[in-house]
């Protein structure tokens, strides 16, 4: 009966047991794993969609004559706008740290863009503030 019961829990299982981790183990795996890499973050199809889309509303609006973009002028314009991202989530880290919070909120990364000097319009496109005086 009991050899019956063993072979029953043994068929019941769907595979290896995946391994449980405490919490953060994994996140600073992915850290490590990102942080010795030289590779774009970003995928490189969907940054060059929305890079033409952005030049297509550009040229309906305020009729630039940019037709196509070479892929190294892509590869600088995602170099960049990556480099903004990190920067940004690396001083929502800072400021999410010295409120003393462990986890990070939307008003720290409106805190950040306020800090950077970019505002954000009602749209969600950036701009570099202009300063005041």
């Known amino acids: 009966m ?6 029953a829990r ?3 299982r769907k595979g290896p047991r995946s391994a449980v981790y405490r ?5 600073l795996r992915e850290i490590r ?15 060059t969609k929305s890079v033409k889309n952005v030049f297509k509303v550009l040229r309906a609006e305020e009729g630039t ?6 892929e190294k002028a892509v590869e600088a314009l995602q170099e960049a706008a990556e480099d903004l991202m990190l ?10 740290e010295h409120a003393n919070r462990k986890t990070v909120q939307l008003k720290n990364l409106n805190l950040a863009v306020r800090v950077h000097g970019y505002h954000r319009g009602v749209l969600g496109h ?3 503030s202009r300063p005041r005086g």
Do not use: C, H
């Open 23 to 27: 919490p953060g183990n994994r996140a």
């Open 2 to 7: 009991e050899l019956a019961k063993k072979a």
């Open 126 to 128: 950036w701009k570099k």
């Open 10 to 12: 043994i068929l019941d």
């Open 65 to 70: 004559s940019v037709t196509e973009l070479r």
């Open 87 to 96: 920067g940004l989530f690396m001083d929502m880290v800072l400021l999410m």
């Open 33 to 47: 794993k990102y942080q010795g890499s030289t590779k774009l973050l970003l995928k490189k199809t969907p940054f």
